[in-house]
């Protein structure tokens, strides 16, 4: 089957650091991906990771372990503008690579 | 500058009607997705297609019809057997079909009158 859990809704204050879990079962798993998405918009490209380990860009930083299906999007120096939600993806190849996308976390920053 | 667009950014169709929604994109993109977001629910797929003039069944295909005449262009037509339409549409394509991240429009809300 497919699953993916992420919690629904996070707070944090400007200039924190915050960081947001997603599990999955993937059946073909092949990649995680995180998204960003302001209400109303796009979802955005944030990361993709595919071995085990940190991927750090900037600000934000990924983490996958393939052997606990265990992801983590990590967020630093929390600016207000990173309040929206975060989608996890997980690429799932079963016969065609397709997203199996998690119900998204709702970040509010407040000042 | 390349990238999707959508239109249009809202849609309001009465009961019996099919509507098409459009998705244009200019990055040269072969694979092409139509996703469905609704409140508290994942992004869900509807069809997606891997290279112009095919195109595959997504997850909630039922209601639903699709077209890639074009490499450029991916509409969706949302039926009238669709029998829930309202939510929030979006397009998506990538490079190709393999790990390459999908790059969004900005959607298409679609409401019933």
């Known amino acids: 089957g497919q699953n993916i859990d992420q919690p629904t809704e996070m707070t944090a204050t400007e200039g924190a650091i915050v960081q947001i879990n997603c599990t999955y079962q993937?059946?073909?798993?092949?990649?995680l991906f995180w998204y960003q998405q302001h209400a109303g918009e796009a979802p955005t490209f944030l990361s993709y990771?595919?071995?085990?380990g940190l991927e750090e860009k900037g600000r934000f930083s990924s983490f996958l372990s393939r052997s606990k299906g265990y992801s983590y999007l990590l967020l630093k120096e929390l600016q207000m503008k990173d309040s929206a939600s975060y989608l996890c993806?997980?690429?799932?190849?079963?016969?065609?690579?397709?997203?199996?996308f998690g119900t998204g976390t709702r970040l509010l920053v407040s000042p | 500058d390349g990238g999707i667009t959508q239109s249009p950014k809202y849609l309001f169709r009465k009961e019996g009607q099919n509507v098409t929604l459009s998705c244009e994109q200019n990055?040269?993109?072969?694979?092409m997705y139509w996703y469905r977001q609704d409140p508290g629910q994942g992004l869900r797929l509807i069809y997606y297609?891997?290279?112009?003039?095919?195109?595959q069944k997504g997850d909630i295909a039922e209601g639903y019809s699709v077209s890639r005449e074009k490499k450029e262009s991916f509409p969706l037509t949302v039926t009238s057997a669709q029998k829930n339409p309202t939510a929030f549409y979006l397009c998506?394509?990538?490079?190709?079909?393999?790990?390459?991240?999908?790059?969004f429009g900005d959607g298409t809300r679609l409401s019933i009158l």
């Open positions: 297609s891997q290279i112009v003039n095919d195109f």
């Open positions: 993937t059946s073909g798993f092949n990649g």
């Open positions: 993806a997980a690429l799932s190849n079963t016969g065609f690579q397709k997203l199996v």
């Open positions: 990055l040269n993109h072969d694979a």
């Open positions: 998506a394509s990538s490079i190709d079909s393999s790990d390459q991240p999908q790059h």
């Open positions: 990771n595919v071995l085990d």
